[in-house]
């Protein structure tokens, strides 16, 4: 019998428009080689412009779709994105704590490129109690790590504090992305205990991309799934999205959609 390849299990909402979401998780995990296992944790209705809405699911359902195959299958991976409400980020956080040798790489999403809402402050803060403790990676873009680690009426600080705040709730390993910083070049910057672990530094490309954070996110849980450390994990990660990014497309009225098979379409 075929060996199966690496599985990593996500947790995210839909996409109707195939950039972000579970939709980007499924297209970059299969790409990378790893059967992603999908459950769905809201349905919203957006399009490359933005997002008009979200339903998120009922909490038992998001648990129990999340139990049934993990009773079936060896998960190597859990990659969380957009979770739809409170309850669903209670559920989730109960179900990964029954598998603490399970890596977690969490992207925390707070909002879609066009700045639509999708975590409420009462969400954040449950993210912040429950899941990130159980963490192995959280993928911040700088405006996400400085709204995790700022307190209220505090003046800003560097993204080195927001990183060392963010692993003192517990997580391991935290890459704050410099996808949104005004500089000519995108700077990432991976932390753990010791400090600063790796710098990347990418040329920024001309477009604005619909997903590039998920991509990212879902491409580091499928290094790690596949058996490398965290530094290598991260830089292959990087190399993947970077590559998927510059031969985006344009399919809509809104922003570019990351190729994420790009390697498929590559002449000889």
Known sequence: ???????????????PSGGAGLQADILTLSSMGCHPLSIVTA???????????????????????????????????????AMGSV???AAIAEVVSDYPDIPLILDPVLSSGRGDELATEEMIDA?????????????????EARYLALEENEEGISLAQCAERIMDMGA?????????????????????????????????LPHSYHGSGCTLASAIAAAIAMGFDIDTAVEKAQEYTWKSL???????MGQHIPDRFFWAREED
């Open 172 to 204: 391991e390993y935290v890459l704050i992305t410099g996808t949104h910083e005004n500089a000519p070049k995108v700077v990432n910057t991976l932390y753990g205990d010791s400090g600063i672990l790796r710098v990347d530094s990418w040329n920024r």
């Open 1 to 15: 019998m075929n060996q199966p390849p690496p599985i990593v299990l996500c947790f995210s909402a839909t996409d």
């Open 87 to 89: 309850e669903n980020i």
């Open 43 to 81: 349905v919203t209705i957006q399009d490359t412009i933005g997002i008009e809405d979200v339903l998120a699911i009922d909490a038992d359902w998001v648990a129990d779709q999340a139990r049934s195959v993990l009773e079936d299958m060896a998960v190597h991976a859990f990659k969380i994105g």
């Open 246 to 252: 510059d031969a985006g497309f344009r399919p809509g």
């Open 127 to 143: 993210m912040k109690s429950l899941l990130i403790s159980q963490t192995t990676l959280i993928t911040p873009n700088s405006i």
